[in-house]
């Protein structure tokens, strides 16, 4: 793992295909977006939501960074899918291998819930420990594992709950804030390493993210035209996006919509063609000046 490597999973992970991202939760949960009974106008309903977007995919930047970085020091990467008794599926965020040792880890970005859902993180915790020491045994190490280290806000509670699981099962069961996770693993310096890289990546950023898909058209009509038909559909069928101001601010001055219009006109198809009335009316409504 180098700087550059570590970069590039954290941008693939918040910032590639965004736009599509955005656009598909406008056209499954436009309530979210609109309405007279919000303290916000449309500009900041929209750049709320892709910074929560962004918090959510930090968290999975971070869980394959992690693995990448387990990868590299010689652990084999287990099937993170299992299935409990009923057959429903489950996902661990870490499951790993090394000299007929099994580690699995629940990972978070920080511990920060409130009560019932710390609850809720044991209980789910446990449940993947149980069908795993099944598996295993006492091959087996489960790991409890907040990233954060300055927020650890269920601390005495998460710790009595893993001596309490360590008991019971007769394994090792851990818990694990920060630089801990790598001590544990004995590789230190990595987490001394992740912390510059992070440094230094933040800097990068830019201080609010761009909303605006028109201040690269070209760009961004690559990433949407590969939006499928029914996001398209309900957006260009929801009037209150357009009136409300919604599209206009990912779409300033309709040049990408404009480029899109084209596409639409380009596929010989009914589903297209229907594409292309609704936005070449709405093109004319909302971007004629």
């Not at 609109?34 to 900041?44: C, D, Q």
């Not at 601010?249 to 040049?255: A, D, L, M, P, S």
Request: hydrophobic fraction near 35%; include cysteine; charge should be neutral.
């Amino acid at each position: 793992m180098n700087y550059e490597n570590f970069a590039k999973i954290l941008n693939e992970h918040l910032f590639s295909k965004e736009k599509n991202e955005l656009l598909k939760k406008i056209a499954d949960w436009p309530e979210r977006f609109i309405g007279l009974f919000r303290p916000t106008k449309p500009g900041t309903k929209v750049l709320q939501n892709l910074l929560q977007s962004h918090e959510i995919r930090f968290g999975d930047a971070l869980e394959e960074l992690i693995k990448k970085i387990l990868r590299d020091w010689d652990y084999t990467i287990l099937d993170k899918n299992i299935t409990n008794e009923k057959g429903e599926n489950l996902s661990i965020d870490q499951y790993f291998s090394k000299l007929n040792k099994i580690y699995f880890v629940e990972q978070k970005v920080r511990d920060d819930h409130d009560s019932t859902k710390k609850r809720g993180q044991i209980s789910n915790f446990e449940t993947k420990l149980e069908i795993l020491y099944k598996k295993h045994g006492k091959q087996l190490t489960g790991i409890m594992y907040f990233i954060d280290p300055d927020l650890s806000k269920n601390k005495n509670f998460y710790e009595q709950e893993i001596t309490r699981l360590s008991s019971f099962y007769d394994i090792e069961v851990k818990l694990f804030y920060g630089e801990e996770f790598f001590e544990y693993l004995k590789n230190p310096k990595m987490w001394d390493d992740m912390l510059l890289w992070l440094k230094q990546w933040k800097k990068d950023l830019p201080e609010i993210p761009e909303v605006n898909c028109d201040k690269e058209p070209l760009k961004s009509f690559e990433e949407l035209k590969e939006l499928e038909l029914r996001y398209w559909r309900k957006i260009l069928e929801n009037e209150k996006l357009w009136e409300e101001g919604i599209i206009k601010v990912i779409f300033r001055e309709g040049k990408t919509l404009k480029l899109l219009l084209e596409f639409f006109n380009s596929q010989n198809t009914t589903p297209y063609k229907r594409l292309y009335d609704l936005l070449k009316e709405k093109l004319s409504k909302y971007f004629s000046e």
